[in-house]
């Protein structure tokens, strides 16, 4: 199921809301009761080194579904910390399935987790934490 649009207040998100990493917006779909995932082909619009990801943009990636993730379970928030893992450089023109899994929440602060892989492999993994806006 593709996940309803973003919310008014995120719709200007030049990560999640413009052809960013491709040539096409991200569409993330629920996969379980707590996750979501998408696919993308990374383009040379991300190139860092020949022929991978910049690594700053693979975090804008994590952190991107993990907010969708959040968004799925109806929870409006801002990402309070962001902790990466780079297993092997993320490869340009790969079908890429990013998916992020809502962990536990204590009050306004979420856990959650993430990772890239392509072909079987997993290429890089985040966890973070987020918080509820106030006012949601």
Request: hydrophobic residues 40%.
């Amino acid at each position: 199921m593709i996940l309803p649009s973003n919310p008014q207040s995120h719709c200007q998100c030049v990560v999640c809301c413009q052809p960013f990493f491709s040539e096409h917006c991200i569409e993330y779909e629920a996969s379980g009761d707590h996750s979501v995932q998408a696919i993308i082909v990374a383009t040379q619009k991300v190139q860092g080194y020949a022929g991978v990801m910049q690594g700053g943009l693979v975090t804008a990636l994590h952190d991107s579904a993990m907010l969708h993730c959040l968004f799925y379970r109806d929870v409006m928030a801002m990402t309070a910390s962001l902790e990466v893992r780079f297993h092997h450089p993320v490869p340009l023109e790969c079908e890429l399935r990013v998916q992020a899994q809502w962990v536990k929440n204590n009050r306004r602060i979420h856990w959650l987790k993430s990772e890239i892989w392509c072909d079987g492999v997993l290429y890089s993994s985040a966890s973070s934490r987020f918080m509820s806006l106030a006012d949601h």
